[in-house]
């Protein structure tokens, strides 16, 4: 058997007897646990692929044959054979590697990807520029079930086989999104598996392709066999594969839901070493929304197959009832489901994360803001202080979405103006609503809530010096409003919470000041400062926009970004 610390490249498990890769793989999975036990990361996706992982790399011959990994978040197992094994052994090493596909660390992964649907159309380019090349490798595409209900990716599978050359798909079918699965394509998996995929109906030889089922898809030797029947083809071929998502850690095959990804956790228990803080945003959220639905039978919470990124966990959905709906990892027919139920007379909420509705935004302007219908968008994570990933990142929202007409794009600062803004949301039927869930910590307040959200509220009057500081970001005008105070200034404080309007009453205020200052938290380009600076641009006053530099950060620290920014109070009033 193979020392785990000497692979180097998948050439050293080829070496290997195939009746000793199961052994192998069970020597990875164990490695594996462990670090994610100490470190979390995305359980359930990779213990599930341990053995599909060591079979394709045992078959194939990567990186001449291409390998893309859809979302990419199953690949732990795939960076342990190839070259980074290190990073799954020494916990000094941990972070030596993203959580997901990156070529800047490795030849073996093609792509820097992190959402759903992506990896057949992907591989469709790699094969029609192989074959415009004459190239002969393979091309493969891992995508799970979960994933296969996206827009993208069944187009791709449509035209995949048109090429008329090898193409592989490998379906990981564990019969779970981080959810469960929803939409008629999973019943059809279900009778093919049922029937050892023999079923007649059978939608993949429908689109012509060729069909392998593989009822042990946690068995090393069935994979090989299933994947050399495959590999060199002169066509296109799916090879469908029953795996366990959570796979050799009981409390994951237990709770398939929650250990889809998991911070640090005790793998006996399942118990998180950090919990998160009792008072969040997704539970104020949550709570406030299966109220709204008791209260009225035509409030309906949506999802894009993540309902626990907002707290909607089994027992809440089951609460809901029919008033809540997933429409699978597809946040294109999400959007335009919303606008069909707010057409309808519905009041549809769509809870989604804030690197997700980017994949909506034709949805966002031409299914809902076009037709001015008052559907609710509620985003979470859209902020420095979400997720950290490159391909996750969420503060591109503002500009994103506040410069579609019709839509009222609301920033609170404040737990108040949060739920405050979410009722009259759901209770207008003049605009369609982005409603921007703040970051960071929980924050309160004891003043009144203004409902006319179309105002800005001066948190504080002043002379000379205003600073507008937008939704989460309010704490640090105010903050940066004190420090300045100590060294004898009295700024205005304001906090705008509409960021797709300007409310030029406040603003004419502000021309004979002699220095404003807005700060956001998101990228600068296209986002609320710059609307500010514009309309006060003809007047004497002097406008600094800050916020965050349009680039794509990976795995940072909140406060390092915000240093480099110059959005710490001490900078802002320092620029003053």
Request: hydrophobic share 40%; with cysteine.
């Amino acid at each position: 058997m193979i020392e785990l610390d000497k692979i180097s490249s998948p050439e050293d498990i080829k070496k290997i007897p195939t009746e000793e890769l199961n052994a192998l793989s069970a020597e990875l999975r164990s490695v594996l646990t462990g670090k994610l036990a100490a470190h979390g990361g995305h359980c359930g996706p990779n213990l599930g692929v341990v053995e599909a992982t060591v079979a394709l790399h045992y078959v194939f011959d990567a990186p001449h044959d291409k390998l893309v990994f859809d979302v990419s978040h199953q690949t732990y197992v795939h960076k342990m054979l190839t070259g980074r094994i290190g990073a799954f052994l020494d916990p000094a090493h941990y972070n030596d590697v993203t959580g997901y596909t990156c070529p800047r660390e490795s030849e073996y992964d093609l792509f820097e990807i992190g959402h759903t649907s992506t990896s057949i159309a992907l591989a469709v380019g790699l094969a029609k520029s192989r074959d415009l090349n004459g190239g002969k490798e393979n091309v493969v595409a891992f995508i799970g079930d979960a994933s296969l209900g996206g827009g993208e990716a069944l187009e791709a599978l449509d035209f995949a086989p048109t090429l008329g050359s090898n193409f592989i798909v490998v379906l990981n079918d564990n019969q779970m999104s981080i959810a469960e699965n929803h939409g008629a394509l999973y019943s059809h998996l279900e009778e093919l598996r049922k029937t050892n995929g023999t079923a007649a109906n059978n939608i993949f030889k429908a689109l012509g392709y060729q069909y392998i089922y593989v009822e042990e898809g946690n068995n090393v030797a069935a994979l090989i066999k299933a994947f050399r029947a495959a590999k060199n083809s002169d066509h296109a071929v799916l090879v469908h594969i029953n795996t366990m998502k959570g796979m050799g850690l009981p409390v994951a095959e237990a709770d398939k839901e929650s250990f889809h990804y998991s911070m640090p956790f005790d793998p006996k228990t399942g118990a998180l070493l950090n919990p998160s803080p009792a008072e969040s945003y997704t539970e104020i959220f949550t709570r406030h929304m299966l109220v709204k639905m008791s209260e009225n039978p035509n409030v309906v919470t949506m999802t894009a197959g993540t309902p626990g990124a907002f707290g909607f966990t089994p027992e809440r959905r089951k609460m809901a009832g029919k008033q809540f709906v997933d429409v699978g990892i597809c946040e294109q027919e999400a959007v335009a489901v919303a606008a069909g139920l707010a057409k309808g007379g519905s009041r549809p909420v769509f809870g989604v994360m804030a690197t997700f509705i980017q994949r909506a935004y034709d949805q966002l302007s031409q299914e809902i803001a076009i037709n001015n219908l008052p559907a609710v968008i509620v985003d979470f994570a859209g902020s420095v202080w979400g997720m950290s990933d490159m391909t996750h990142l969420g503060f591109f929202d503002i500009p994103l979405v506040s410069n579609i007409p019709n839509f009222i794009f609301l920033a609170p600062a404040n737990a108040e103006e949060y739920l405050a803004m979410l009722d009259w949301s759901i209770s207008q039927t003049d605009h369609p609503v982005f409603l921007r869930t703040p970051g960071g910590k929980v924050m309160h307040t004891d003043r009144p809530v203004n409902t006319d959200f179309f105002r800005y509220d001066i948190i504080r009057e002043g002379e000379d010096v205003a600073i507008i500081g937008a939704g989460a970001f309010l704490t640090i005008a105010s903050e940066a409003a004190d420090l300045l105070r100590e060294r004898g200034l009295n700024p205005t404080v304001i906090n705008p919470r509409n960021l797709s309007q300007l409310d030029k009453t406040v603003l004419d205020r502000l021309r004979d000041y002699k220095t404003v200052i807005t700060l956001e938290d998101g990228i600068v380009d296209g986002g609320f400062g710059q609307k500010v600076a514009a309309y006060l641009g003809n007047s004497p006053v002097k406008v600094h926009v800050l916020g965050l530099k349009k680039e794509f950060l990976d795995r940072y620290k909140a406060a390092e970004v915000l240093k480099a920014n110059g959005l710490t109070p001490e900078q802002v009033a320092a620029l003053v």
